[in-house]
Nanobody, 122 residues
Framework: QVQLVESGGGSVQAGGSLRISCAAS????????MAWFRQAPGKEREGVAR???????TYADSVKGRFTISRDNTKKILYLQMDSLKPEDTAMYYC????????????????WGQGTQVTVSS
């Protein structure tokens, strides 16, 4: 049974940092592309960052230079280090898995976590 469990969300002031995590189980972790999405109230879910087991990660333009995605293949944990946070980063952040990186299309990601809330105050 596939499980993706996010943690580490919380409230932080603008300019601050936060690291969120996603623990994975139930599938062949190292062969999958792992991604972070986010959804703010009243907005569509959007891709934030994704990383395959090889190659360079991909970031949304809105977070480039501020967010860093990484994965620990031994522990099967996905991380998102978020620095220089802005109020517009406030959203529910979701971890997702897909066989190969290449798309932000939500329908192509079969596995999702339940989300962790990140709130950035000004």
């Amino acid at each position: 049974q596939v499980q993706l469990v996010e943690s580490g969300g919380g409230s932080v002031q603008a300019g601050g940092s936060l690291r969120i995590s996603c623990a994975a189980s139930g599938f062949t972790w190292y062969t999958y592309c792992m991604a972070w999405f986010r959804q703010a109230p009243g907005k569509e879910r959007e891709g934030v960052a994704r990383i395959q087991n090889y190659g360079s990660p991909t970031y949304a333009d809105s977070v480039k230079g501020r967010f860093t995605i990484s994965r620990d293949n031994t522990k099967k944990i996905l991380y998102l280090q978020m620095d220089s946070l802005k109020p517009e980063d406030t959203a529910m952040y979701y971890c997702a898995a897909v066989r190969y990186c290449g798309s932000w299309r939500i329908s192509e990601y079969p596995y999702w976590g339940q989300g962790t809330q990140v709130t950035v105050s000004s």
